[in-house]
C-alpha cells in the first residue's frame, strides 16, 4: 500500500473518531466529495487557485448538506515564532471562512479556530514536512466555544474544541481552582 493511501485511511479514521456522532456518511461524502484539507504556501494566508478550487468544493458540499456547520483549523509549519505560527494559522482560518461566506454560506455555519504549529500533520524540518503543516482542516458538525470562568473574573480563558458535544481533548483542560 502505498504512502498516500496510507495518509488518507489514517485521515478517514481520525476524522471519523473525532466527529464523534456525526453521520459517518457525511464525513464520508465530505472526504470524498472535498477532502478534509487544504494547503497554503509559506508565510501565507492568501488562498492559491488550487486551495480556493478546494474551498469552493466545500460550499458546493455544504450547500448539498444544509444542516451541516463546519470547523476550519488552521495551522502553520514551524517556521517562525509560536506568535506568528498562532495568528497565521488563524488568518489561514478566515480566509477559507471569507471564502466560503462569499461564497453564499451563512457565517452561523462556520466555526474557526487556529493551532499555530502545536498540531503539526508531519514532523521533520524537510519541504515535504513543512508544506503538509500549512493546511486548513475541514471537520463537519464541529464548532468552538470559549469558556470564561467566573470565580476568576474573567482572568482565565479556557478553550475547547467540541465535534457533536465531544471535546477533542478529552480531559486536556481542567479548571483551575480559585485562590482566595
Request: some cysteine.
Amino acid at each position: 500500500m502505498n504512502l498516500s493511501r496510507v495518509r488518507l485511511l489514517f485521515s478517514i479514521v481520525l476524522l471519523i473518531d473525532l466527529v464523534g456522532s456525526a453521520p459517518a456518511t457525511s464525513v464520508e461524502s465530505l472526504l470524498l466529495e472535498v477532502g478534509d484539507r487544504a494547503f497554503f504556501a509559506a508565510h501565507s494566508s492568501e488562498l492559491s487557485a488550487e486551495t480556493a478550487g478546494v474551498v469552493t468544493r466545500l460550499a458546493d458540499w455544504l450547500e448539498k448538506n444544509p444542516e451541516t456547520t463546519i470547523l476550519i483549523e488552521g495551522h502553520a509549519d514551524d517556521l517562525g515564532s509560536d506568535a506568528y505560527n498562532q495568528i497565521l494559522s488563524e488568518q489561514r482560518a478566515w480566509a477559507v471562512e471569507d471564502h466560503l461566506i462569499a461564497l453564499g454560506i451563512e457565517p452561523r455555519r462556520i466555526s474557526t479556530v487556529g493551532f499555530g504549529n502545536r498540531r503539526p500533520a508531519m514532523l521533520g524540518s524537510d519541504e515535504e514536512s513543512l508544506a503538509q503543516n500549512r493546511r486548513v482542516n475541514f471537520r463537519p458538525n464541529c464548532w468552538v466555544r470559549t469558556l470564561q470562568s467566573e470565580f476568576q473574573h474573567r482572568q482565565q480563558q479556557y478553550r475547547a474544541v467540541e465535534c457533536s458535544n465531544q471535546s477533542l481533548f478529552r480531559g486536556a483542560y481542567r479548571p483551575v481552582p480559585a485562590k482566595y
